[in-house]
């Protein structure tokens, strides 16, 4: 049995790029734990997951949060589970990604995350991988907007949690 | 029926242990009314239990937890709450239970489970009442379908916590088979 907490696999960039890939995951964990660090060469501050290589309109995502003062919420369906948390600022945007029961057959795969931005934004998200297949291989980038490259330096870290 | 979390200490023995361990887990193989975690050790600072969660009833959103097996009125709830269209918040007072924790109804698609993330923080300190923050939620692809919760909540005992028991409220309904739930210890130095 591994220990319960456990970091997988790291990469931090050395040059630009539209994604991470994370590939032959172990099913030797229950949860697994997405940490971001990223900046966007672009405008956008979004990016996504994409599970299995599913490029299909399988995932939906939501969030509450605020903003200076505002409150935010939204849900929408798309192709990848989509959040928020990369800047084009001095910073580099953190979030922290819960996907439950990852490796799970018999159901489709929830996660959660929470984000912070450096121009403000506070938001709690709720995703769906509307799939039962246990989850090997997550791709970790900008899929919605071309030329948002990462820029050096953005880093994802994937860690496992395993139950009794 | 009513189902135990299994002890994981017997299969952890012998193991280096870091900060963040596994206590028990419990995967539904029939249907539970309740699932509870007993005789919970305290060798940890604070407790996490990370679940995904679905039950036979078809209008019910939420769970409870109660601690202790205590059902008297000296809990308080709390939670902020999206559909991902609107933003409402609520308080309880004098609850007999905390809440409210998502969970999937039987109206959504098959293999749809809630789930979430609760800590209870300083479940063993007899000088504190005990707080609980929690965040959770369910989500499909059809719109309206989706919640997320912040919750936050209070145990008015100082007692330490050696019983978790989740159930849904009003008894309405039952969890299905496949439901999980981990119950994770936290240290500190």
């Given at each position: 049995m591994p220990a319960t907490y456990n970091a997988i696999a790291t990469t931090t960039l050395t040059a630009t790029a539209a994604s991470i890939s994370f590939t032959s995951i172990t099913s030797s964990y229950t949860d697994l734990v997405v940490v971001v660090k990223a900046k966007s060469a672009g405008n956008n501050t979004t990016f996504g997951l994409k599970f299995n290589g599913d490029t299909g309109s399988n995932y939906g995502s939501g969030y509450m949060g605020g903003q200076n003062g505002s409150t935010l919420?939204?849900?929408?369906?798309?192709?990848?589970a989509s959040f928020n948390a990369q800047s084009q600022s001095s910073e580099f945007a953190p979030n922290v990604i819960h996907i439950l029961n990852y490796a799970n057959t018999n159901m489709q795969k929830l996660m959660f995350s929470e984000v912070n931005q450096p121009n403000g934004y506070t938001l709690?998200?709720?995703?769906?991988?509307?799939?039962?297949?246990?989850?090997?291989?997550?791709?970790?980038?900008?899929?919605?907007?071309?030329?948002?490259?990462?820029?050096?330096g953005t880093s994802v870290t994937i860690y496992g949690i395993a139950k009794a | 029926?009513?189902?135990?979390?299994?002890?994981?200490?017997?299969?952890?023995?012998?193991l280096a242990t870091n900060s963040f361990e596994s206590i028990a887990s419990v995967t539904l193989t029939s249907t539970a009314s309740t699932i509870s975690f007993t005789?919970?050790?305290?060798?940890?600072?604070?407790?996490?239990?990370?679940?995904?969660?679905?039950?036979?009833?078809?209008?019910?959103n939420n769970m409870y937890m109660r601690l202790n097996s205590d059902n008297?009125?000296?809990?308080?709830?709390?939670?902020?709450?999206t559909d991902g269209t609107t933003i409402q918040t609520i308080e309880d007072i004098n609850t007999d239970a905390m809440g409210y924790f998502s969970v999937a109804n039987s109206s959504r698609t098959a293999n749809n489970f809630g789930g979430g993330i609760i800590n209870i923080l300083d479940y063993k300190n007899t000088s504190k009442n005990k707080s609980v923050l929690a965040r959770t939620g369910r989500a499909q692809q059809a719109s309206g379908t989706t919640g997320i919760l912040m919750s936050a909540g209070q145990w008015a005992s100082t007692s330490a916590v050696d019983t978790i028991t989740f159930g849904m409220f009003a008894g309405e309904g039952n969890f299905v088979t496949n439901t999980t739930f981990a119950l994770y210890g936290i240290k500190t130095a």
């Open positions: 919420t939204t849900f929408n369906s798309g192709t990848s709690q998200y709720c995703a769906i991988w509307s799939n039962t297949s246990a989850i090997t291989t997550i791709d970790v980038g900008n899929f919605d907007s071309a030329g948002n490259h990462w820029v050096t | 029926m009513e189902l135990l979390g299994t002890i994981a200490s017997s299969t952890r023995q012998g005789s919970i050790s305290s060798s940890y600072t604070h407790l996490q239990i990370r679940y995904n969660s679905r039950h036979d009833n078809d209008t019910q008297s009125s000296i809990y308080m709830r709390m939670y902020i709450f």
